[in-house]
């Protein structure tokens, strides 16, 4: 499967995005799909992730609450809807997707994984 990031932009703390994830390929519902960030001189950290059905959805922390992770299989695409931007939200972002039944939410858990797409939060 190839995933192809978009929706990143600068944003004024406070404001929102909406980030998508489209995925090429067949039998996109199989693959769980997460999202992830790296920030300059970080690791790439964890952020959402959803079950290839929709139905189970996972969330870091430092965004729960905040951010919202989705997907519309027809159109295999998954998206994440980020409210109340912070400057530490500042990242580029990546989705990833595997075809697993357990969600992981390690970076080494994903096999495929898209371009990113730079969020940056004026504060």
């Known amino acids: 499967v190839q995933l192809q990031a978009s929706g990143g932009g600068l944003v004024q703390a406070g404001g929102s995005l909406r980030l998508s994830c489209a995925a090429s390929?067949?039998?996109?519902?199989?693959?769980?799909v997460g999202w992830f960030r790296q920030a300059p001189g970080k690791e790439r950290e964890f952020v959402a992730a959803?079950?290839?059905?929709?139905?189970?959805?996972y969330y870091s922390e430092s965004v729960k609450g905040r951010f919202t992770i989705s997907r519309d299989n027809a159109k295999n695409t998954v998206y994440l809807q980020m409210n109340s931007l912070k400057a530490e939200d500042t990242a580029v972002y990546y989705c990833a997707a595997t075809w697993t039944i357990v969600v992981p939410t390690t970076t080494t858990g994903y096999d495929y994984w898209g371009q990113g797409t730079q969020v940056t939060v004026s504060s």
């Open positions: 959803i079950s290839g059905n929709g139905g189970s959805t």
């Open positions: 390929g067949r039998s996109f519902s199989i693959y769980a």
